[in-house]
């Protein structure tokens, strides 16, 4: 491994004890939290994906609607679209925030990043190229400094492009910490294929970035949780050997409808395997904070700065917010 890796690695070390930790260490079994969390509100938003949730201010969110636009929930649990002038006329697939602005990524063979202030208006659109190939299904985004970064569940691969170029370069092809090597347990029991085998439960879906965009973790519905340097991926003094061997298989985890990362680098999951809320953070305890048979067919959470949290599930084949008070 270069030398200049070993020195990013040295330097940023101490400065994430907890984030360097050996994983083997966060394999732990879950274990029940001394103090739960517990539901508050349940309110049935149908016009919603459950696949996206984003932490607003006071007591709201960010979401999509069934038509790939971005919708506002208030704190009252009402939807609506955002009051931006110049709101993006395009399906989204996935949706993040930035700072101060809000990012989605467009569907199709030529998928477009669109930047957007936090009322929806658009600011810019970057067309991406050299970003999928046939069959590609961009399912996540992430954004930091001037790359974004994508993962492709139709195609598995980590996908980084240039915000300003919009130049796209497409990471560890069907690497093994990309691609579904396990069966889809919800509520304990596997999705069965139509030869009556248990099917595996898909490619990379999920990407989540630390708070100073060193780390990008990612992982398929069905687990388990890896995590590589971002540096491997943007510096292209790295080579495909240095990326590989940059990969750790950072969590052992069930299967999951959704993952978040707060800004204090604290992981919550929404466990769809026994209908759990899972979190783990820098004290590397892996705690299961609430269970709910609801959340056997959760989507999406997202934490806010209240200390409070909100997971998206499916109930009766309509979307619904769950409020959860945080313990």
């Given at each position: 491994m270069k030398t200049r890796l070993l020195h990013v690695t040295a330097v940023t070390g101490l400065a994430a004890l907890a984030f360097t930790a050996t994983p083997a260490r966060a394999d732990h079994p879950w274990q029940d939290a001394p103090v739960p969390a517990s539901i508050t509100a349940d309110a049935a938003l149908p016009i919603l994906q459950p696949t996206t949730l984003?932490?607003?201010?006071?007591?709201?969110?960010?979401?999509?609607?069934?038509?790939?636009?971005?919708?506002?929930?208030?704190?009252?649990?009402?939807?609506?679209?955002?009051?931006?002038?110049?709101?993006?006329?395009?399906?989204?697939?996935?949706?993040t925030t930035s700072g101060p602005d809000l990012w989605g990524l467009t569907a199709g063979d030529q998928p477009t990043l669109i930047r957007m202030s936090r009322d929806g208006s658009v600011q810019s659109r970057t067309p991406l190229s050299g970003a999928t190939v046939a069959g590609s299904n961009l399912t996540a985004l992430q954004i930091h400094d001037t790359h974004a970064y994508l993962a492709d569940e139709g195609k598995p691969a980590l996908i980084v492009a240039n915000l300003q170029t919009g130049k796209a370069t497409r990471f560890l092809p069907y690497d093994p910490s990309l691609t579904g090597r396990h069966p889809l347990l919800r509520a304990g029991q596997p999705h069965m294929g139509p030869d009556g085998h248990p099917m595996a439960?898909?490619?990379?879906?999920?990407?989540?970035l630390d708070a100073k965009g060193q780390w990008l973790f990612y992982q398929p519905?069905?687990?388990?949780?890896?995590?590589?340097?971002?540096?491997?991926?943007?510096?292209?003094?790295?080579?495909?050997?240095?990326?590989?061997?940059?990969?750790?298989?950072?969590?052992?985890?069930?299967?999951?409808?959704?993952?978040?990362?707060?800004?204090?680098?604290?992981?919550?999951?929404?466990?769809?395997?026994?209908?759990?809320?899972?979190?783990?953070?820098?004290?590397?305890?892996p705690l299961r904070i609430l269970k709910d048979t609801r959340l056997f067919d959760a989507g999406a959470p997202a934490v806010s700065d209240s200390h409070q949290m909100a997971v998206l599930v499916t109930e009766d084949n309509a979307t619904h917010i769950l409020r959860i008070a945080l313990p």
């Open positions: 984003l932490a607003g201010d006071n007591g709201t969110y960010l979401a999509l609607d069934t038509d790939g636009h971005p919708v506002r929930i208030s704190a009252a649990n009402t939807a609506s679209s955002l009051p931006g002038p110049n709101l993006p006329t395009e399906r989204l697939v996935a949706l439960g898909g490619n990379v879906r999920f990407l989540l519905a069905c687990g388990p949780m890896s995590r590589i340097d971002t540096a491997l991926l943007t510096d292209t003094d790295f080579t495909p050997v240095e990326q590989l061997d940059g990969i750790t298989e950072w969590r052992t985890t069930p299967s999951v409808g959704g993952v978040t990362l707060t800004p204090d680098d604290t992981f919550y999951l929404s466990d769809i395997t026994v209908g759990s809320i899972l979190k783990f953070g820098s004290d590397r305890i």
